[in-house]
């Protein structure tokens, strides 16, 4: 990879014949390679051939005023993957939501306007906000339970039935495999919607 980035040419294994090669190379990460590369962690001739033109992105938390955009433009995405009609966004959740630090950056807000969009069930966005107040160390914690117990909800709602358009999966807006895998990371059994509990 080095020979190709510095002289744009190479050999195939078992070749003999040293091939040519234009080509530009985009690389992306969000490790501070200068860091690891001071604590031997990266090879510094790779770094110094991929460090040509950085661009460096900041992190949501520094750009606020983008995260109305990506709230109203991933509310029409997973509305409409789940056939669901969401027209208007409280102010206080826009707020509560541009406040919030979102140290996993785009993916976070992702994952928080998705599990929104599956609690909403009229037509304005309904935002477990409490989930954002809560302390760090326990945010995962909540956020884990409360897409088990409506997991669990829509499971007992759909009478255990997983495929199928009147299954979980189809309700819920995601694959039979994907809501198997999540059933799967929660801790999820039949037991759980399927037992005396259940309606």
Same mark, same amino acid.
């Not at 995405?77 to 919030?100: G, Q, S, Y």
């Not at 306007?113 to 304005?124: C, D, F, K, M, Q």
């Not at 088990?148 to 709602?157: A, F, M, N």
């Given at each position: 990879?080095?020979? /190709?980035?510095? !002289?744009? =040419? ?11 090669? !234009? ?9 501070? +390679? ?21 661009? %460096? /992105? ?17 509310? %029409? ?5 789940? !056939?669901?009609?969401? =027209?208007?966004?409280? #102010? ?26 599956? +609690?909403?069930?009229? @037509? ?8 954002? &107040?809560?302390?760090?160390?326990? /945010?995962?914690?909540?956020? =884990?339970?409360? =897409? ?28 039979? #495999? @994907?809501?198997?895998?999540?059933? &799967? %990371? ?14």
């Amino acid at each position: 990879m080095l020979r /190709v980035l510095q !002289d744009r =040419e190479f050999e195939r294994l078992g070749g003999n014949r040293t091939i040519k090669v !234009d080509l530009r190379l985009i690389a992306a990460t969000n490790r501070d +390679l200068v860091r690891s590369v001071a604590e031997k962690e990266f090879r510094s001739d790779l770094f110094y051939r991929l460090n040509v033109f950085p661009i %460096r /992105v900041p992190a949501l938390r520094e750009r606020r005023e983008d995260i109305p955009v990506l709230v109203r433009y991933f509310v %029409r995405k997973f509305a409409a993957r789940m !056939d669901r009609v969401i =027209e208007t966004i409280p #102010t206080e959740t826009m707020n509560a939501l541009i406040r919030w630090n979102w140290s996993g950056n785009v993916r976070e807000l992702e994952n928080f306007i998705e599990r929104s969009v599956i +609690l909403t069930e009229g @037509t304005a966005l309904r935002a477990p906000l409490a989930e954002l &107040k809560a302390e760090s160390p326990g /945010v995962e914690s909540s956020l =884990e339970n409360t =897409e088990r117990e409506y997991i669990i909800r829509i499971l007992r709602e759909s009478g255990g039935m997983m495929a199928g358009p009147k299954g979980a999966a189809r309700r819920l807006g995601v694959k039979r #495999t @994907t809501l198997q895998s999540k059933m &799967k %990371r929660l801790g999820i059994t039949r037991q759980d919607y399927s037992g005396p509990g259940s309606d």
